[in-house]
Every structure is written in structure tokens, then in C-alpha cells.
């Protein structure tokens, strides 16, 4: 046990996890892309970009002009897609697809947190369609995701209403602790990305997990822990630490499309775009 229980006479705190290469080991949105494919919502040229994609998020991090290129990407793919079958796709497919990749040393963390009576928040850019079913299935008690406009007739227009990346993070953050009653100085974070470092300077005990090359830096120069999780084990796998019981997710911030941002598409697929 890492700490101990929060006394609560003293203000509450909670630990703000990035969700993709930090709590699982691939990209959320980019793992449902062969069930996507397979629901009739993307092509097979789409299908084949997004593995690539998913290839080349594995082997490094994404700067800022390539999240926006993937943004745009993205948001453009999503349009016209009914927001209900997203959902159902999703939900008959998320315990194959994201149980069997969720880090051990992650979920361990959770549930100490837990413990440790700290709410545990989801922040990820990716859309909440995949984020809040995966929050659910981590128990975290809230979810903070992109979010994207749903037409009338109950598809996404290709619009992105809310965008949970860089400092919009740490306004979430923010916003949170001031609703919740979260003391920041006492709060944790963690990510891989240096996409992320409005949001890790924005709490007391920021931790980089997995990190890209400028947040190793950024993070050695301030004196950050660093942490390295290589072990995805499918939860049902896990044997209980103790006997806290799991919390539904409690969806804080954005609800929107599962296409909307991930953190794992890259330029390459917006640049050829145009061959599709």
C-alpha cells in the first residue's frame, strides 16, 4: 500500500488518470477501429490507416500539430455516424478489446487510490462514447472526455463541442476540485504525454507513466516520479487486493463521440486523407 487512508477532516483529493498508454496499453478509440470496420462505419482503407496508426502511436508520442491533424481527421471520419450504434459496438465488444489491455500496475493503482479514499477521474482526449464504458469497467468514479455534436437525427455532425486535450485538461481539473471540494496540492495525476503537463503542473504529485521523450525531460527536471507500467492483465485475471468493491463512473465532463479525439491518430492518415 502506497498510502494511507485520507483523514477526512482534511479536504477531499483525487487522482486524475490519461486513459491511452497510461491505464491501457493501446489507443482507446484506434482498438474498436476492426469493430467500427466490421459495423459497416469505416472502410477498409480507413480500417488498414487506423492499424497503422495504432502502429505508429505504439512506438512514440504525438506533438501538438499532429494531434490537431488527427483531431480534424477524425472528426470528418465521424460525421454521419448514428451515435446509438456506436454505443452498442462498443458495449458488445469492450470487454474483449480493452479488459485484455488494461495495465496491471494501473489498475493497482486505482484501487489504492481507492483505498486511500481518493476519487479516481478519467481525463482523456478521446471520446466519451469509449471513455465513460471504459471508466466504468476500471471503476473510476468520473469521467472527463471529448465531446462531439449529435444532429437531430441522432448522428454526429462532424463538430467538436468540447475537446478534453492540453490546457483544457487542467481547466477540467480545475473545475472539478472546485465543484468536488478537491484540494489540487493533494491530488494526483498521471500520463504518458507530454500533451499533458497543463494538467500534471496543476496537482500536488504529478507522476509521468510510459513517457514520451519531452515529458521524461520535463519530469526528471522537476524531480517527477516516474513510472513504468508493462503489464496488461485482463481483470478478471487480477486477484482482489482488498476488499473496496468497484464504483460505477460518474461522467463529469463531456459525453460525445468515440471518434472524436483519440490520442492515436497521426498525420500521416489527415494528409492522405484525400485518397480515400
Known amino acids: 500500500m502506497l498510502w494511507d487512508v485520507e483523514n477526512h477532516s482534511l479536504p477531499r483529493a483525487a487522482a486524475f488518470f490519461d486513459l491511452d498508454k497510461t491505464v491501457i496499453a493501446k489507443s482507446s478509440t484506434l482498438t474498436f477501429s476492426k469493430s467500427f470496420y466490421q459495423g459497416g462505419l469505416i472502410n477498409r482503407r480507413d480500417a488498414l490507416r487506423t492499424a497503422y496508426a495504432q502502429f505508429v502511436f505504439l512506438a ?6 499532429q494531434m490537431e491533424r488527427m483531431r480534424e481527421y477524425l472528426s470528418a471520419l465521424c460525421r454521419g455516424w448514428n451515435v446509438q450504434q456506436v454505443r452498442e459496438i462498443v458495449a458488445e465488444t469492450l470487454h474483449d478489446l480493452i479488459d485484455p489491455i ?3 500496475e494501473a489498475a493497482s493503482l486505482i484501487e489504492e487510490h481507492h483505498a486511500a479514499g481518493r476519487d479516481v477521474v478519467i481525463v482523456s482526449t478521446s471520446g466519451a462514447e469509449v471513455v465513460e464504458p471504459v471508466g466504468e469497467l476500471l471503476g473510476a468514479d ?20 468540447y475537446y478534453a ?19 489540487l496540492e493533494r491530488c494526483y495525476a498521471y ?11 496543476t496537482v500536488g504529485h504529478p507522476h509521468a507513466v510510459n513517457p514520451d521523450r519531452a515529458l521524461r525531460r520535463e519530469a526528471l527536471a522537476r524531480g517527477w516520479p516516474v513510472l513504468e ?29 468515440a471518434a472524436a479525439a483519440t490520442a492515436g491518430l497521426v498525420w500521416y492518415t489527415s494528409r492522405r486523407r484525400g485518397t480515400t
Open 229 to 257: 507500467f508493462r503489464r496488461p492483465v485482463p481483470l478478471k485475471k487480477r486477484l482482489p487486493t482488498f476488499s473496496v468493491p468497484p464504483r460505477p463512473a460518474l461522467v463529469a465532463a463531456a459525453a460525445i463521440s
Open 102 to 104: 488494461i495495465y496491471d
Open 60 to 65: 512514440g508520442g504525438l506533438d501538438h500539430d
Open 165 to 183: 486535450y492540453g490546457p483544457t485538461k487542467a481547466e477540467a481539473v480545475k473545475e472539478l476540485a472546485a465543484s468536488e471540494g478537491y484540494d
Open 191 to 201: 500520463s504518458d504525454s507530454a500533451t499533458d503537463l497543463p494538467m500534471l503542473r
Open 142 to 161: 468520473r469521467v472527463v472526455a471529448t465531446r462531439m455534436v449529435v444532429g437531430d437525427d441522432g448522428c454526429f455532425t462532424g463538430e467538436v463541442e
